[in-house]
């Protein structure tokens, strides 16, 4: 079972998001678990151009930088925990920009069968916005989204337990491959809305058109 942590905090290690994120890891312990963690402000990650090179060839990409090897990660892991600092009730310009980058995964639902946590830092404390988009993300790429950690200024031992906690649900959720209904609804609503748009532009996107007739989706 492999787990991926991916921290946008330019403090990278000295961060209070990434103090919450190892609490997270540490509810793993004990759970035969491989765990890599990647600070995006260790890698060279550039904005999207939306040049539609992925969506014509998987994973394909004319921006050359540290993207493509992450996103490999993503899926080749069994559990992705996103973590971010809140920025004007918003992950990262970092964080931002690698899920812009990874439109192939909301276009062909490459995280389904994954489970996704988020974990978020503030100066308030008001966290909720910030942590429905990364359960946003994780339903738009198809992961089921097992839940949150988040916290203020201070790491208070009742947040570090419920940060615990989360590690230890994730592995659950994978290990028992649960579904969570309401959130299933989602995903397949989304993949409704791009079954569509898949079928306009099988030309232009011609291996993403070929995924889904694999997945036998079209």
């Given amino acids: 079972m492999k787990i991926l942590l991916i921290s946008s905090s330019p403090h990278k290690e000295q961060s209070r998001t990434f103090a919450l994120a190892k609490e997270v890891l540490e509810g793993l312990e004990g759970a035969g678990t491989e765990t890599e963690v990647i600070q995006l402000a260790d890698c060279h990650v550039c904005f999207c151009l ?18 493509r090897a992450i996103l490999e990660k993503m899926l080749e892991a069994d559990g992705i925990i996103i973590a971010s600092p809140n920025y004007i ?21 490459r995280l389904m069968g994954k489970y996704v946590a988020g974990v978020v830092s503030s100066g308030s404390g008001q966290n909720k916005e910030v942590l429905d988009y990364i359960k946003f993300y994780a339903h738009t790429c198809g ?12 790491l208070s031992q009742n947040i570090i337990k419920e940060a615990k906690k989360l590690g230890k649900k994730l592995i659950e ?6 579904v969570y209904p309401d959130q299933t609804k989602l995903i397949e609503e989304g993949r409704a809305h791009f079954k569509e748009i898949i079928k306009l532009r099988k030309n232009d996107w011609e291996q993403e058109y070929q995924y889904w007739q694999e997945k ?3």
């Fill in 50 to 67: 939306h040049c539609e090179a992925c969506h014509k060839k998987i994973l394909n990409c004319s921006v050359v930088d540290s993207v």
């Fill in 89 to 109: 009730n918003q992950v990262t310009g970092l964080m931002k920009t690698l899920m812009d980058r990874s439109a192939h995964f909301i276009h062909c639902k």
């Fill in 143 to 154: 992961a089921q989204y097992t839940g949150s950690a988040s916290c203020g200024w201070a």
């Fill in 173 to 178: 959720d994978i290990r028992e491959k649960r």
């Fill in 216 to 218: 036998g989706w079209l």
